[in-house]
């Protein structure tokens, strides 16, 4: 494969054309860089928004893991964490010889090995990338560790494209440890919120909860927080879940039992089938998770509770 100097004229292939691959593609088709996507949902209920944003953006999108491999000089896999290696098994025999593979995924480090050796034995090049904070404020340019073999020579390559990547080690699971152990606190906080303040409104304590929080932590501004991470979950709960059964393995490795990683997940969980229950509305309206004030979502967690016993 003849990989362009320039990255600006390569192909970006991505895998996942959710709320991050219609990110990074908005932001490189700006650039003018030729993008293709494939998602399994592209054969589902959900296509219709999707195939209107690539027509709007540009983008090209494909009927296959394999159709898109084979075009490729970058591939980008963000999908949800279960499928880091589904995903890295379906492009592998399609990769182009020399083509960078990045990895998302926010996968646990054995997954991550797994998906390498399956992209590196046909002849690709897989990086591990751990994204290190909400996505949409940043775009492009969030925060991402990279790590493996290849790592260092991506890393100046897609910074030219806007991205703001930095190598954690040439040994893979570095990264994405890194990414687990974060997660353990910060996907067990937006839990923990939820489960504080959900409860904390039954009682009818919530502003006393919430000012006692002020006082502890003032720099945090506890009602925005809350706003935040309510919506976040009801949003992406299902693949933050899956995110943290990747942590609970990531802790299981290091001889340790998850008992908040796994808690997390299960919260996660909770939160994802009641909002494709129709709890918190309906998906796709501006009205899903938009709420300014957690107190809306915590009221339809104990009506949702309430009508289940």
Known sequence: MNLPLDPHQWHVGLIGYGEVGRILAEDLRAQGVRVSAFDLKLDGAAAGPLREHAALHGVQLLATHAALASEAHFIVSAVTASQTVAVAQACAPAVQRGAFFLDF?????????????????????????????????????????????AAAELAPLVNALGFKARVASDQLGVASATKMCRSVMIKGL????????????????????????????????????????????????????????????????????????????????????????????????????????????????????????
């Open 105 to 149: 995924n926010s996968a646990s480090p054995g997954a991550k090995q797994r998906a390498a050796a399956l992209v590196d034995a046909a002849g690709g090049r897989y990086v591990e990338g751990a994204v290190m904070t909400s996505i949409p404020p940043y775009r492009v340019a969030v925060p991402l560790l990279l790590g493996g073999a």
């Open 190 to 309: 937006e839990a923990m919120v939820i489960e504080s303040f959900t409860t904390a409104r039954h009682y009818g304590v919530e502003d006393a909860v919430v000012a006692s929080l002020c006082e502890t932590f003032p720099g945090i501004d506890w009602e925005k927080q809350a706003a935040y991470f309510f919506q976040r979950v009801v949003e992406h709960g299902r693949r933050r879940s899956e995110e943290m059964r990747e942590v609970a393995e990531t802790v299981r490795d290091a001889g340790l039992t998850p008992w908040s990683a796994s808690g997390t997940a299960e919260r996660q969980a909770f939160i994802a089938d009641l909002a494709d229950a129709g709890v918190f509305g309906t998906r796709g309206t501006p009205e899903f998770a938009r709420s300014a004030d957690w107190r809306t979502e915590a009221d339809r967690l104990l009506a949702a509770a309430r009508n289940k016993h």
